[in-house]
C-alpha cells in the first residue's frame, strides 16, 4: 500500500464510525474555523450520528467550521426528501448548529448546472479543505465520478452510470425517481484536499475497496486515484477491508 495511506481496520461499522469522528474532531480541532468536505451515503451516516453526540457532550465543536459538499443530483429541488441538502441537514448540519451560510451544497436546482459547477470549483478550490471525507461507490466512484476514460478535473454537470441509478434507487419511491445527472466536484477538486477521509464498510465494498488501495491507477476505478494523495486516512470495517487484510 501506498506510504501516504493510513488504514484503520475497525471491528464492525460501530467503530469505524467513532473512529472515523474522532479522526475528524482532532482535525477540526486544530483549525475550527476551517473548510471541511463532506459526502453523503449511508456509509458516513454513523459518522455524523457519533459527532452529533461529541458535539452535544460538548467534546467537539463543529458549528464554527465551513462545509462543502462533494455532491448533489441534477436537478433536484433542494427540499426533495432525497437531496444531498436535505440529508446533510437532517443528518448532522441541523443538529450541529451549523450556521446555514456556512454549508457549501451545489445547487440541484441551478438554472444552468454548467455555470453552478464552475462557479462552486473556484468556491472549493479556494476555500482550501482541510480534511475531505469521501465514501466510495460499489463501482469505485467518489462523490458521482463515475468510472470513465479519464480522470474529470474540475467539478462538473455528469450523468450517473446504471451502476448508480440502481445502487441509489432504494432511497427513492421508484427507480425511475433517481435523478439521471448530478453536479459532483470533480477528481482534481477533491484531491487538493489536505487530508483525505475514506470510509468503507461492508462485505460488498471489499473488492473496490481493494481496486482502489492496491490496484492499478485507472480512471475505470475513479477511487484508485487517491494512491497519489499524499495523505490520506482509510477506515474500514473487517467486512470491507478482508481483501487489504489478507496480503
Ligand atoms: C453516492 C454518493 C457518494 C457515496 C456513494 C456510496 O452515490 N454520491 O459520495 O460515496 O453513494 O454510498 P454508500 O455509502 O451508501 O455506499
Given at each position: 500500500?501506498?506510504?501516504?495511506?493510513?488504514?484503520?481496520?475497525?471491528?464492525?461499522?460501530?467503530?469505524?464510525?467513532?473512529?472515523?469522528?474522532?479522526?475528524?474532531?482532532?482535525?477540526?480541532?486544530?483549525?475550527?474555523?476551517?473548510?471541511?468536505?463532506?459526502?453523503?451515503?449511508?456509509?458516513?451516516?454513523?459518522?455524523?450520528?457519533?459527532?452529533?453526540?461529541?458535539?452535544?457532550?460538548?467534546?467537539?465543536?463543529?458549528?464554527?467550521?465551513?462545509?462543502?459538499?462533494?455532491?448533489?443530483?441534477?436537478?433536484?429541488?433542494?427540499?426533495?426528501?432525497?437531496?444531498?441538502?436535505?440529508?446533510?441537514?437532517?443528518?448532522?448540519?441541523?443538529?450541529?448548529?451549523?450556521?446555514?451560510?456556512?454549508?457549501?451544497?451545489?445547487?440541484?436546482?441551478?438554472?444552468d448546472p454548467h455555470i453552478e459547477a464552475a462557479e462552486y470549483d473556484v468556491l472549493a478550490i479556494g476555500s482550501r479543505?482541510?480534511?475531505?471525507?469521501?465514501?466510495?461507490?460499489?463501482?469505485?466512484?467518489?462523490?458521482?465520478?463515475?468510472?470513465?476514460?479519464?480522470?474529470?478535473?474540475?467539478?462538473?454537470?455528469?450523468?450517473?452510470?446504471?451502476?448508480?441509478?440502481?445502487?441509489?434507487?432504494?432511497?427513492?419511491?421508484?427507480?425511475?425517481?433517481?435523478?439521471?445527472?448530478a453536479i459532483t466536484m470533480g477528481v482534481k477538486t477533491i484531491m487538493m484536499a489536505e487530508t483525505i477521509l475514506l470510509?468503507?464498510?461492508?462485505?460488498?465494498?471489499?473488492?473496490?475497496?481493494?481496486?482502489?488501495?492496491?490496484?492499478?491507477?485507472?480512471?475505470?476505478?475513479?477511487?484508485?486515484?487517491?494512491?497519489?494523495?499524499?495523505?490520506?486516512?482509510?477506515?474500514?470495517?473487517?467486512?470491507?477491508?478482508?481483501?487489504?487484510?489478507?496480503?
Amino acid at each position: 500500500m501506498s506510504p501516504n495511506i493510513t488504514l484503520f481496520i475497525e471491528n464492525d461499522y460501530e467503530q469505524l464510525s467513532r473512529k472515523a469522528a474522532r479522526i475528524f474532531a482532532d482535525s477540526v480541532r486544530t483549525n475550527p474555523v476551517g473548510s471541511f468536505g463532506f459526502a453523503t451515503g449511508g456509509t458516513p451516516e454513523g459518522m455524523y450520528t457519533e459527532m452529533i453526540k461529541m458535539q452535544k457532550a460538548g467534546e467537539a465543536d463543529f458549528s464554527q467550521l465551513t462545509a462543502y459538499n462533494l455532491d448533489e443530483y441534477f436537478p433536484i429541488e433542494p427540499d426533495h426528501h432525497q437531496s444531498y441538502e436535505y440529508f446533510m441537514a437532517n443528518k448532522l448540519f441541523d443538529a450541529i448548529g451549523l450556521p446555514h451560510d456556512k454549508r457549501n451544497i451545489p445547487r440541484g436546482d441551478a438554472k444552468d448546472p454548467h455555470i453552478e459547477a464552475a462557479e462552486y470549483d473556484v468556491l472549493a478550490i479556494g476555500s482550501r479543505i482541510q480534511m475531505q471525507i469521501l465514501g466510495i461507490g460499489n463501482n469505485g466512484h467518489i462523490g458521482f465520478n463515475e468510472p470513465s476514460d479519464y480522470f474529470r478535473g474540475a467539478t462538473g454537470h455528469v450523468a450517473l452510470t446504471q451502476s448508480t441509478i440502481d445502487s441509489n434507487a432504494r432511497y427513492f419511491d421508484s427507480p425511475d425517481d433517481v435523478p439521471r445527472h448530478a453536479i459532483t466536484m470533480g477528481v482534481k477538486t477533491i484531491m487538493m484536499a489536505e487530508t483525505i477521509l475514506l470510509l468503507a464498510s461492508g462485505e460488498a465494498k471489499a473488492p473496490i475497496l481493494w481496486d482502489a488501495l492496491k490496484g492499478l491507477i485507472t480512471p475505470l476505478v475513479p477511487a484508485s486515484i487517491l494512491q497519489m494523495h499524499r495523505d490520506v486516512i482509510v477506515v474500514a470495517d473487517n467486512a470491507a477491508a478482508k481483501h487489504l487484510a489478507a496480503v
